[in-house]
C-alpha cells in the first residue's frame, strides 16, 4: 500500500490530520524514508532514517496514534547532533 492509500482509506475527518503530521514529518527530517506497512499487527506509515528507528503514524477504529522515538542511534550520529 502507498502512504497515500493508506491516508485515503481512513475516516474522512482524519484525513487532513494524517496529511498534515505527514507532511511535517517529512518536511522537518531530511533523509527520512517512509513506507505504508504493517507493524504490530496493524498497517501505518513507518519513518525511518539510515540507523535510527523514527516515527510511526496510525489509525485504528477509535483513535489515531504517533510513536515518536529516535532510538537505535548511532554514536557518531548523536555526537554530530
Do not use: D, W
Not at 522537518?28 to 501505518?44: L, R, S
Not at 513507518?46 to 485504528?60: C, D, E, I, M, Q
Amino acid at each position: 500500500m502507498t502512504i497515500s492509500g493508506f491516508i485515503l482509506i481512513q475516516l474522512p475527518e482524519r484525513v487532513k490530520i494524517l496529511n498534515g503530521i505527514h507532511k511535517i514529518i517529512i518536511q522537518t527530517n531530511p533523509g527520512i524514508k517512509a513506507k505504508a506497512e504493517p507493524m504490530m499487527g496493524k498497517e501505518m506509515i513507518v519513518y525511518n532514517a539510515p540507523g535510527t528507528f523514527n516515527y510511526r503514524l496510525f489509525s485504528v477504529k477509535k483513535y489515531m496514534s504517533s510513536y515518536v522515538m529516535p532510538i537505535y542511534v548511532s554514536a557518531n550520529f548523536v555526537l554530530e547532533v
